[in-house]
């Protein structure tokens, strides 16, 4: 298996939203998300070696970043970007030396113990429908005590995701916020064309310490990501020093 990068981009929004618009992506509004348009422009920009699992940090303070996990570095990212990209594509960064950054990750072992922070849409398909539903309704849906909270919910299952591959243990968990944010995606049939459908979904902060059991399973965890929609910035598993 290649070496995992931690990518930082510094996208120009402007010009991002400009990509957007010129694909037929109309804005959300401020309780949305940008989450497919970067990912219709990461696709744009670095074909299959785009940042999976990616997280859009962003707030009034300061400028806009995207962290990802991706099997190579900076200067892939930027020969990509200059030899191919289209020039609406290339102004999202277009100053890739400056706006394209990486690092490799480290090997942890096991029985380290790590702080982590991961953003999910944490959803489920009902069983008769198929339909994406957050996973709180689906549950509470056949909760016959009335007993369930969303926090347990959520929390249950952001650790069930995290040790299923014994890669890591979970030691404390919480929720460490929730909204429901307005999301555009365009369904596959008419990905050739403009359409697209504008959905309600639950967005989740998850916080808390494991400790790392099998380092190649571990490896593969921050790879992969959490849960659903990771090519829309979900599910990437940011680490700290614990508490």
């Known amino acids: 298996m290649s070496e995992l990068h931690m990518i930082e981009l510094r996208p120009d929004v402007v010009a991002l939203l400009r990509f957007a618009h010129s694909q037929g992506l109309a804005p959300v509004g401020d309780d949305g998300d940008l989450g497919y348009a970067v990912h219709a422009w990461m696709a744009a920009a670095f074909g299959k070696s785009a940042p999976r699992p990616w997280r859009l940090l962003a707030d009034q303070r300061r400028p806009p970043r995207i962290l990802g996990y991706a099997r190579c570095g900076a200067l892939a990212l930027r020969q990509r970007l200059h030899e191919f990209a289209e020039p609406g594509v290339f102004a999202v960064c277009s100053d890739p030396d400056a706006e394209i950054a990486s690092r490799p990750m480290p090997t942890w072992n096991a029985g380290r113990r790590l702080g982590f922070e991961v953003l999910c849409c944490p959803v489920g398909r009902k069983s ?97 990501g959490v849960g659903r929609h990771r090519a829309f910035g979900y599910g990437m598993l940011l680490l700290r020093p614990p508490s």
């Open 128 to 224: 008769r429908s198929g339909m994406e539903k957050d996973l709180f309704l689906i549950r509470a849906d056949v909760d016959e005590e009335g007993s369930l909270s969303r926090d347990a919910v959520y929390c249950d299952w952001t650790r069930e995701q995290l040790q299923r591959y014994e890669g890591a243990h979970v030691n404390a968990i919480r929720l460490g916020g929730f909204r429901l944010v307005r999301q555009v995606r365009r369904p596959r049939e008419s990905r050739g064309g403009r359409g697209q459908s504008r959905l309600v979904r639950p967005q989740a902060l998850l916080q808390g310490e494991l400790t790392v059991a099998d380092p190649e399973a571990f490896a593969s965890l921050l790879s992969r």
